[in-house]
Nanobody, 122 residues
Framework: QVQLVESGGGLVQAGGSLRLSCAASGRTFSTFTTYVAGWFRQATGKERELLADINWSGGTRYYADSVKGRFTISRDNAQNTVYLIMNSLKPEDTAVYYC????????????WGQGTQVTVSS
C-alpha cells in the first residue's frame, strides 16, 4: 500500500501564490525514485486534468498549457515528497488538487492522494 498526503491548499486572492506538498509513504512503498509523480486537479463539474508531471530525477517535466509558466513541479527524493508551486493564481484555478504516483514505464496512475482544496478569489 502506498499513501500520499497532500497539504498546502487554501484560500488565496487572484495573483497570489501557494505551494502544495505531497508526502509518500507505505508498507509496500518502493523506492521513491521508481515512480513518476504527477499533479492533477478537478474543478466542480469538470473532468480531472493532468497539470504537471516529473520523472525520477526531475530532469523531465511536463506542464499543461493552462499552467505553463505559472506552476512549477519539483521533487525531493530524500524526503519522498513532490511539490507544486503555483504563482499568478487565477479564479479559474479553483479546484481540488491531487498528487499521484505511477511506476516508471507504465501509463496509469494507481496511487492517489485525498486531494486538497485550492480556492482563488477574484
Amino acid at each position: 500500500q502506498v499513501q500520499l498526503v497532500e497539504s498546502g491548499g487554501g484560500l488565496v486572492q487572484a495573483g497570489g501564490s501557494l505551494r502544495l506538498s505531497c508526502a509518500a509513504s507505505g508498507r509496500t512503498f518502493s523506492t521513491f525514485t521508481t515512480y513518476v509523480a504527477g499533479w492533477f486537479r478537478q474543478a466542480t463539474g469538470k473532468e480531472r486534468e493532468l497539470l504537471a508531471d516529473i520523472n525520477w530525477s526531475g530532469g523531465t517535466r511536463y506542464y499543461a498549457d493552462s499552467v505553463k509558466g505559472r506552476f512549477t513541479i519539483s521533487r525531493d527524493n530524500a524526503q519522498n515528497t513532490v511539490y507544486l508551486i503555483m504563482n499568478s493564481l487565477k479564479p479559474e484555478d479553483t479546484a481540488v488538487y491531487y498528487c499521484a504516483l505511477r511506476p516508471r514505464f507504465t501509463q496509469g496512475y494507481p496511487y492517489w492522494g485525498q486531494g486538497t482544496q485550492v480556492t482563488v478569489s477574484s
